[in-house]
């Protein structure tokens, strides 16, 4: 299994690299190069966290989400590019409602599962998700 997962916690990932062993993960806390990613691979299976930066979890503490710089810009990327990874299923394991909703929002025409972290690898259950 191919997965693509962008997020920037360390507890995070490793919890990711334990639950999946044997599959092959590509990991980065980086916006863009997930898109790079995107643009030249396909993947089965696609996590996206929204706050991926300092600025974000500040922005999030008075309200605001980022514009630029998040799960989001990925989102968008796929929304925008139907052809690339077209039938991965993507999961939005954000504990930022706000952001994980405007994310979902953003690729509405994927198979999207809004599964927060802290319940993520007790639902995440292949045949039944």
Request: hydrophobic letters at 35%.
């Amino acid at each position: 299994m191919k997965i693509l997962l962008v997020e920037d916690e360390e507890y995070r990932i490793i919890k990711f690299k334990e639950n999946f062993i044997g599959c092959s993960l590509d990991i980065t806390k980086e916006p863009q190069e997930a898109i790079d990613w995107l643009s030249n691979k396909d993947y089965d299976w696609i996590f996206l966290d929204h706050d991926l930066s300092p600025n974000s979890y500040e922005a999030y503490k008075t309200g605001q989400l980022l514009e630029s710089g998040t799960g989001y810009d990925v989102a968008k990327y796929l929304e925008a590019n139907p052809h690339k990874s077209p039938n991965s299923k993507v999961v939005l394991h954000s504990l930022n409602p706000a952001g994980a909703e405007r994310m979902r929002r953003a690729c509405i025409k994927r198979e999207v599962h809004v599964i927060p972290f802290n319940t993520l690898f007790a639902r995440l259950i292949f045949n039944k998700i």
